[in-house]
């Protein structure tokens, strides 16, 4: 890799021994998705000519987790040369293209080594994409040094000092799939200054890290535009797969500092390149003050100058690597620092500016020149990720500007800019409904800005998009749009607002497109959540047509949002019964029996179905009243649903569906109406339920369904409703707070706390029901966990805040209640006692 490169010595290869270190292990088990919808993840690009058959031209499918760039399926450098395809005329290809005097031996000795680096690197970045991450990372230290001394021979030198920029790019695309492949590990790195005689790996991790950061610093100095780009691709995934907040400080800051004057260099390519590595910098977690701080700063009139008067080298092979005359970019620093943070804050961020400015929004008599359309949809995409984790202090005090550029981008002639700017207007909404339905903060922007936000792009260019018939994928997009404008916004729309976006949704439900009816059904079960629509019968009625319709639908993705949609539905009932029992008389028994039958039938389906429908059938159960159980269809259609239910909790591997269906039961149990045994003639629902919860949360390896089992035995509301399973769920119950220490899968710790915090509210709640007879047939049982129970208890008790102890306190106040009863024996106090000596600890 290093030979002939001018000032390294010439060493013979040698074998390479791998590093002693400790690699954290892979998951085995997939990380099970919360719900909701997310943003895909894309493939990272490495660049190359993207061919079959080309070794070194290939797409790491690793998900990145955080920033996806909108422009991954560009290909800036497909004639780079990464792949030998086309590097210019001047590029020798044959020994007779060269003369026969001595500096043409010259050269071709010259070539010769090049051509010798350059299959180098490309065996290993073939090694490298073929061999186990984890092996391959137990040879990082052979080519990423710890620091500047740590000697010439690895990665570094190659793509800083050959000067081939055909090899240059080589070497930097073998970084970025090192790069790639190794976050997992590279999570562990962390800074520290400390002097011991044993030095962690995690610290020399973090050594190589901030060397590749000070490195790739030094490669902006290139003239070579895919080199550049290369190289500022390879600053993106080091900041995806750097931990900064276990880094030393600034260091993101230096990050921000020298991508920044690329927003504004000439070429299309580097300017998308740059956004993409600052939309990196703004998705790293956790968010760190720093980050906010430099976004905020005034930005240098240097900056924007930079690289306008910079040398643009399009050849790949006959430029040098640096430009000695480069200045990194850099903040002003006002005299008075109190102007300075006034004008941060008053002021718009230099990175959203930009953004708009790119998208053709003039925020100053100088902000003329709209972007080339892959400046405009990375544009789009910072702004996306910019209202997930900066709303308030980057978007919402500039929601005027930022709706003209949506406005402006939704009414672009470009397919794929409308497409994107749907997206973003989608991921706007979102956050401004999370803003406006946090009661803890104050609202420091009126109100009226985000309904005028709304009620621009509901004028004419949010509208539009439903009425491409050729496009169905915009159409979904707008109904995504409809669907997160959230409840604040809607009850202040203008009441033709609220009916157009209504009778959108509902004619979408019948379109053709299988996007575009989900998309649609999802948008409506969202919108029946808001209060207004909440309490309108008819439109709640035809939001649970358009969902039964769709649940029948032959296409899984269909169904699938028809059933999460079934489940928001139940949902909304359940609350509005709550509120107004009259509001759900007005749903008849016959819509409530059509939607559970429903879920019934949902719950034999796919996976992805069934976890939604069991989620139904549990709140749809709490809406039987014992006028409908009265009713012969009911009684029967209630068994099968509990049927259903334990089934689902007690068998399958996906866990959500089994943790979905214990919670579903939870919910099912509250309703006292479903205790009467006088309406269920064939057999008694309660003994398959308690008999599959106790099992449940007693050993399953799952704690996430341990936890709600053991929530769903605490759900009935008075002892009767336990029958003959009081004492059986005591025990179970007990059983599982001893079980909780013995760990199959050591993924599952995280949740231990929370299970033991769970079974303690649990026998909280059955110690509420405590009669004098009780306490004689649980002494034994008592007897038998009481140390476990006492330790646990007294540190749940610790830890809980008030709000949350609500049980454990009416369980000591039902212990002193019945202290005082009469006919309460010798032996019946003692075991009282010890009672009250676990749930009041301090006794």
Not at 196 to 221: A, D, K, N
Not at 304 to 330: G, M, P, R, T, W
Not at 433 to 445: A, G, P, R, T, W
Not at 756 to 774: A, K
Request: aromatic share 8%.
């Amino acid at each position: 890799m290093l030979l002939g490169i001018k000032n390294v010595d010439y060493i013979i290869p040698q074998k390479l021994m791998p590093s002693a270190l400790s690699i954290p292990e892979i998951p085995s088990l997939t990380r099970e998705k919360k719900g909701g919808k997310l943003t895909k993840q894309k493939k990272h690009r490495v660049s190359g000519t993207q061919k079959k058959g080309k070794p070194n031209a290939c797409e790491h499918d690793t998900t990145s987790g955080g920033y996806v760039p909108a422009t991954t399926l560009l290909d800036y450098n497909s004639d780079s040369g990464v792949g030998g395809v086309n590097g210019g005329n001047r590029i020798k290809t044959s020994d007779s293209d060269f003369s026969d005097s001595e500096s043409g031996k010259a050269a071709k000795i010259h070539h010769i080594k090049t051509k010798v680096r350059r299959a180098s690197l490309n065996l290993l970045f073939t090694v490298a994409k073929n061999i186990e991450k984890s092996t391959m990372f137990t040879y990082w230290s052979s080519f990423i040094p710890e620091d500047s001394m740590s000697g010439q021979h690895n990665l570094v030198t190659c793509f800083l000092r050959d000067p081939s920029a055909r090899n240059r790019m080589t070497a930097l695309n073998v970084l970025l799939l090192l790069l790639t492949t190794s976050k997992l590990y590279l999570a562990q790195a962390e800074s520290s200054d400390k002097s011991t005689s044993f030095t962690p790996y995690s610290v020399v991790l973090g050594r190589m890290i901030t060397e590749l950061h000070r490195s790739l610093s030094l490669t902006l100095h290139e003239m070579s535009i895919p080199v550049l780009t290369q190289a500022l691709k390879c600053y993106a995934a080091l900041v995806q797969a750097t931990p900064y907040h276990r880094m030393s400080s600034k260091l993101m800051t230096k990050v921000i500092r020298n991508v920044k004057p690329f927003l504004y260099h000439k070429d299309a390519s580097v300017q998308v390149t740059a956004l993409i590595a600052l939309g990196c910098v703004l998705s790293s977690e956790p968010v760190l003050p720093e980050t906010t701080e430099a976004m905020l700063k005034s930005e240098s009139s240097k900056c924007k100058q930079k690289n306008d008067d910079s040398l643009v080298v399009d050849d790949v092979d006959d430029c040098a690597s640096f430009n000695d005359s480069f200045e990194y970019a850099d903040f002003e620093e006002p005299d008075n620092a109190e102007e300075d943070e006034s004008h941060g804050n008053l002021g718009i961020p230099w990175l959203l500016k930009r953004c708009l400015t790119n998208l053709g929004v003039e925020i100053e008599e100088t902000d003329s020149s709209k972007g080339a359309a892959p400046v405009k949809l990375e544009s789009l995409q910072i702004l996306s990720v910019m209202s997930t984790k900066y709303f308030e202090k980057f978007i919402l005090p500039h929601l005027s500007l930022i709706v003209k550029a949506l406005d402006g981008a939704l009414m672009d002639s470009y397919i794929d800019l409308k497409l994107h700017a749907g997206r973003t207007v989608d991921f706007i909404g979102q956050a401004m409904s999370k803003y406006l339905s946090n009661e803890d903060k104050v609202i420091e922007v009126p109100v009226t800005q985000c309904v005028h936000f709304w009620k621009t792009l509901l004028n004419k260019s949010l509208v539009d998009l439903f009425q491409y018939e050729e496009n169905p994928v915009l159409r979904a997009v707008a109904c995504d749009c409809l669907g997160s404008i959230g409840p604040h916004i809607f009850e202040q729309l203008p009441r033709d607002k609220q009916i157009l976006c209504v009778t959108l949704l509902f004619s979408c439900t019948r379109d053709g497109e299988n996007s575009v009816k989900g998309a649609a059904v999802r948008a409506l079960a969202i919108c029946v959540t808001y209060p207004s629509l909440r309490e309108d019968t008819g439109f709640v009625l035809d939001t649970a047509e358009a969902i039964y319709r769709t649940l029948k639908d032959e296409h899984l993705s269909v169904r699938e949002k028809a059933s999460w949609s079934l489940g928001n539905l139940s949902g909304a009932l359940v609350l509005s019964s709550k509120e107004s029992k009259e509001a759900i008389e007005e749903i008849s028994s016959e819509m409530i029996l059509k939607l559970l039958k429903a879920c019934i039938s949902g719950a034999s389906d796919n996976d992805k179905v069934k976890m939604n429908c069991v989620r139904g059938i549990g709140n749809l159960l709490q809406l039987v009243t014992e006028e409908m159980l009265k009713n012969d269809p009911f009684p029967d259609t209630v068994e099968k649903a509990f049927g259903v239910l334990v089934k689902c909790c007690t068998t399958g591997s996906n866990m959500k569906v089994r943790w979905n269906s214990c919670y579903a039961l939870k919910n099912a149990m509250q309703n006292m109406h479903l205790y009467k045994k006088s309406y269920f003639t064939n057999k008694n629902w309660q003994v398959p339920v308690f008999n599959a919860l106790n099992e449940l949360v007693v050993s399953f390896k799952n704690f996430k369904v341990r936890i709600n089992a053991a929530l769903a035995l605490s759900s009935p509301k008075c002892r009767e409703h336990y029958d003959n399973f009081y004492y059986s769920v005591w025990t179970a119950l007990l059983k599982a707070m001893e079980n909780s220490g013995n760990i199959e899968d050591f993924n599952e710790y995280k949740h231990r706390d929370n299970l033991v915090e769970q079974i303690c509210l649990s026998l909280g709640h059955l110690t509420t029901f405590l009669q004098v007879e009780d306490l004689l047939q649980l002494q034994s049982t008592l007897q038998l966990y009481e140390d476990s129970l006492k330790t646990h208890m007294s540190k749940v008790t610790e830890r809980l805040v008030p709000e949350k102890s609500t049980q454990l306190s009416e369980a000591v106040y039902a212990l002193n209640q019945l202290e005082k009863r009469k006919e309460l024996d010798e032996n019946g106090r003692q075991v009282l006692e010890r009672f009250k000596i676990v749930f009041q600890p301090d006794i």
